[in-house]
């Protein structure tokens, strides 16, 4: 795991890249690679690689990067780890032509496949990536972002050049880069709490969706490709008994967690105590050398909106006989890591467990562990979530032979008693316009509500915009490629495509990543996936039974206490912390912010704070990225003019 940056020049521009130029940049992302760092320039100044190292597989100094091939004709930054190279690496060696000078480098492994395979080597690859290469006999330079998105990647076109990078903030090092926020982005942040790729909540910076590529030519063409979609690789098991089903699952599930423990340094777990994480710890520890670190986080208090997990954390740890670890949480510990927060995240990411992960993250690393193993993606293959079954019984009353005059009645209704703002009207409006119930699972704001939340000149501007604007691509490719187009695969595939790369998972990156912590994600391995979703939606949840056949897999591996036990969530007491000194902080922020912008209406604003903590949770990230990278930026920019 590292930070990787890089620039190239198009043909008719005057600009070089420099050394410093590269290290400014590079030297942004210093804690995701406190171990090394590396600079690369062509020689005609055109193009340049950095890196800030991270070191986990093959720690010698021949695999620092950025690396070349053996002549010098191709160069490449990697930022995660492919896990299976030593399986590539051995098919190259059998191949031959190709000279190593590393025992053991992944990076290396890229190399010498794509000399080998050119692009489609990437389809060989297992793991988390993000990749830059330049090939110098074509002048061409690749971005790769993995299949899943567990990698960030992030762009930027202008002044007659292209930068990239692992984080935004390496991006804004350039003085020409520009600093403001893409309204139409903040409009999509309002509805998921983060940017839909490829935008991000700056204009001119974009992101690189999940399972994509970019060729860039040296005259500044651009061709984009998606080289992996999950149904792509799916083949049904509609004729698979049920039993068979659960052993694969399994299998598959113990081979991505060994795969995941190849590591030069040491590895751990976060343990919350539920399904998902305990199952990871469970398989970690099988045929382990000795006992795993497992780390859990707790909160001083028995808060009713979230109570403590530990006990069933400890419960599990001590069945695996594990080195357990514990972090307790206060308020005080929320409001003191928020600028820290505002600034690894890049952009918004409004979901308080950022505050909870960056902590444990922390736990893990003064206890001398480099990677963890956590449990994300489960939830979104199976059928985790109470929210999805309710989901699944509104889309079924939906589907139900209604007229849509009576439907446009019953919303005439709603607005009649005034609850525009809320979920029936939103999920009655939908139906009435034929699109799908769930939107993903992780809305913010309805649409009415947006519009009441903006500001005059927004609403204005964005008129006609919609939160489905951003998911109609995606039910596109769903409708065009799924075997399966029940609601619960349209469910998990859009939060495969959007939910987990673009949240979720950059949840984890930026606050792992933070604390120079690798995370590694089990049931996210694409192999794993595939299999997932090759499962019929009726088995996957029964008799309303919340992940069924994956309960049913792991039964006899962790206690059954474990996994019937009402799913809880990693959370974070935001409910009551915000009727003490979060709250008074917030309102503060958003008065001032409302003051010195135009972005909100500050009535609508002031309802929220009253009526809604966890919204003005989702409003408070934006002040506070905005106070950070924008106006902070636009105040030193003008005491620049003054000078």
């Given amino acids: 795991m590292c930070g990787i940056v890089g620039a190239l020049v198009f043909d008719d521009r005057d600009f070089r890249v420099s050394s410093d130029y590269i290290a400014q940049m590079r030297d942004a992302m210093l804690h995701r690679g406190p171990d090394g760092a ?50 590539i690496r051995n098919e190259l060696q059998r191949i031959g032509g190709h000279r190593w000078k590393t025992d053991h480098s992944d990076t290396e492994v890229i190399l010498h496949a794509f000399e080998q395979w050119g692009i489609n080597c990437i389809q060989r690859f297992r793991g988390m990536f993000a990749i830059a290469l330049w090939d110098v006999r074509q002048r061409e330079l690749w971005l790769i972002r993995d299949r899943i998105g567990v990698k960030p990647l992030y762009y930027s076109v202008h002044h007659g050049r292209i930068t990239f990078a692992s984080e935004i903030k390496a991006l804004l090092q350039d003085p020409q880069q520009e600093r403001s926020v893409d309204e139409e982005g903040f409009y999509h942040f309002l509805s998921f709490l983060t940017t839909p790729a490829p935008n991000t909540l700056f204009s001119g910076i974009r992101k690189l969706p999940a399972g994509t590529w970019f060729r860039v030519r040296n005259d500044g063409r651009i061709e984009e490709r998606r080289y992996w979609d999950v149904w792509d690789s799916t083949q049904p098991l509609t004729d698979c008994p049920e039993d068979e089903i659960a052993r694969r699952i399994l299998e598959e599930l113990r081979s991505s967690v060994k795969l995941r423990k190849v590591s030069d340094v040491p590895v751990g777990v976060f343990l919350s105590g539920g399904i998902d994480s305990s199952v990871n710890a469970a398989l970690f520890s099988e045929d382990n050398p000795g006992p795993v670190d497992t780390f859990s986080i707790g909160y001083d208090e028995e808060y009713r909106s979230y109570p403590n997990e530990l006990e069933y954390a400890r419960t599990m740890a001590q069945i695996i006989g594990s ?22 995240q890049d952009e918004p990411i409004a979901d308080p467990v950022c505050v909870p992960v960056y902590y444990v993250s922390k736990l893990a690393r003064d206890h001398g562990v480099v990677v963890c193993q956590v449990g994300e993606g489960s939830d979104e293959l199976f059928c985790g979530y109470p929210a999805w079954r309710l989901s699944l019984q509104l889309q079924r009353y939906g589907d139900l032979p209604v007229p849509n005059v009576l439907k446009q009645f019953g919303l005439r209704g709603l607005g009649l008693v005034g609850v525009e703002n809320g979920r029936p009207y939103e999920f009655l409006r939908r139906n009435a316009l034929g699109l799908p119930i ?58 495969l495509s959007f939910r987990l790369p673009e949240l979720l998972l950059m949840r984890v990156d930026k606050m792992s990543m933070g604390v120079s912590l690798e995370a590694r994600v089990p049931f996210l391995d694409h192999k794993f996936v595939a299999l997932a979703m090759s499962i019929p939606g009726a088995i996957k949840t029964r008799n309303g039974v919340l992940k069924y056949i994956l309960k049913k897999s792991v039964r006899g591996l962790i206690p059954d206490a474990l996994i019937d036990r009402k799913k809880q969530g990693f959370g974070v007491p935001v409910q009551e912390w915000f009727a003490n000194r979060l709250g008074d902080f917030t309102r503060h922020e958003l008065d001032s912010f409302c003051r ?3 972005f909100l209406d500050p009535t609508e604003v002031t309802r929220v704070l009253e009526n809604d903590r966890k919204r003005a949770w989702y409003l408070l990230n934006f002040a506070l990225w905005w106070k950070q990278y924008i106006s902070h930026s636009q105040t030193e920019h003008l005491a620049e003019a003054v000078i």
């Avoid at 986990?56 to 995660?80: F, H, K, Y």
């Avoid at 307790?328 to 928020?338: A, E, G, K, S």
Wanted: with cysteine.
């Fill in 38 to 87: 590396g600079i690369w320039i062509s020689s005609d100044a055109r193009v340049g690689f950095g890196h800030r190292r991270l070191s986990i597989i093959d720690l010698s100094r021949a695999a620092d990067q950025p690396m070349c091939n053996e002549d010098g004709t191709l160069w490449v930054v990697l930022n995660g780890e492919i896990y299976n190279y030593a399986e």
């Fill in 323 to 344: 080195e357990h670890h514990e972090r307790i949480l206060t308020q005080q510990d929320l409001i003191d890591f928020l600028p820290e927060m505002v600034r690894l």
């Fill in 438 to 495: 769930f939107w993903g699972g992780a809305e913010a704001f309805t649409e009415t509500h947006k519009h009441r939340l903006l500001s005059s000149r927004l609403r204005r501007q964005l008129k006609g915009l919609t939160a489905w604007d951003a998911l109609a691509p995606i039910r596109r490719r769903f409708l065009d490629n799924a075997w399966e187009k029940s609601d619960l695969a349209w469910m998990s595939y859009l939060d």
């Fill in 596 to 598: 010195d912008t135009d």
